[in-house]
């Protein structure tokens, strides 16, 4: 059972995911034209930060990025009628949208 952020990280990068520690939405490690990180590189990495954030490295898929603004701007209305959105995973983010 997963029940922690290392955890999470250490299964996404055997998954193949390359996995980024954050914090504050800033990379904690230098990662271009790095190669991803390997479990154990993850598990010392986490015990340095262990209350570092996740993040995928977006290399062979990509991310929508829907916001809702408190101006009004509303970027779910903006796609709403949109067909070429299929149903796939989904995150809701800390500004009430979704990736």
Same mark, same amino acid.
Request: hydrophobic residues 40%; glycine residues 6%; proline residues 6%.
């Given at each position: 059972m997963?029940?922690?952020l290392?955890?999470?990280?250490?299964?996404?990068?055997?998954?193949?995911?390359?996995?980024?520690?954050?914090h504050?939405?800033?990379?904690l490690?230098?990662?271009? !034209?790095?190669p991803?990180?390997?479990? =154990?590189?993850?598990?010392?990495?986490?015990? *340095? &930060?262990?209350?570092?954030?996740?993040?995928?490295?977006?290399?062979?898929?990509f991310?929508?990025?829907? !916001?809702?603004?408190?101006?009004?701007? =509303?970027?779910?209305?903006?796609?709403?009628? *949109? &067909?070429?959105?299929?149903?796939?995973?989904?995150?809701?983010?800390?500004g009430?949208?979704?990736?």
């Amino acid at each position: 059972m997963i029940t922690s952020l290392v955890n999470y990280a250490v299964y996404y990068a055997e998954k193949g995911f390359s996995v980024l520690p954050m914090h504050n939405k800033k990379p904690l490690i230098r990662f271009a !034209d790095k190669p991803p990180l390997k479990p =154990d590189e993850i598990r010392v990495l986490w015990r *340095k &930060h262990p209350y570092a954030n996740i993040a995928l490295r977006t290399i062979n898929f990509f991310v929508v990025d829907i !916001d809702r603004h408190e101006n009004g701007a =509303d970027g779910f209305e903006s796609i709403k009628d *949109k &067909h070429f959105f299929r149903k796939t995973l989904a995150q809701k983010t800390a500004g009430n949208g979704q990736q």
